[in-house]
């Protein structure tokens, strides 16, 4: 396999930056890590808040363990409603961090398959 190809499925399914360590790129790949993790960590939270409120809600016999209305129930018992725009913003940036460094390990895997 080609050194492109390897640092797009590094940075694609592994984690953004993993292409950067595997090319000794140390403080890009740092850098993109902590940017993904950084906003991914509020979007995570979310999701963890709203499992767990749909968690308690099926312990409570509040809604019926089918997850049409588990769905239901999480839309409409958000815990705080203002905190969409935030979440929505930190998974835009989260992704795009992730795509920057998906190009960029291309970038820097095209630069070294020409200098060698």
Known sequence: MNLPIICI???AFAFPGAAHFYLKKIKVGALLLSCFCIPFYFVLGFAIDQIFLVYRALLTFKVEPSLSAMFWYMFENFTDESEIPFIKSAAYYSLAFWLIGIAD????ALKENKLH
């Open 9 to 11: 499925l590094l940075s």
């Open 105 to 108: 390990s291309l970038r820097l």
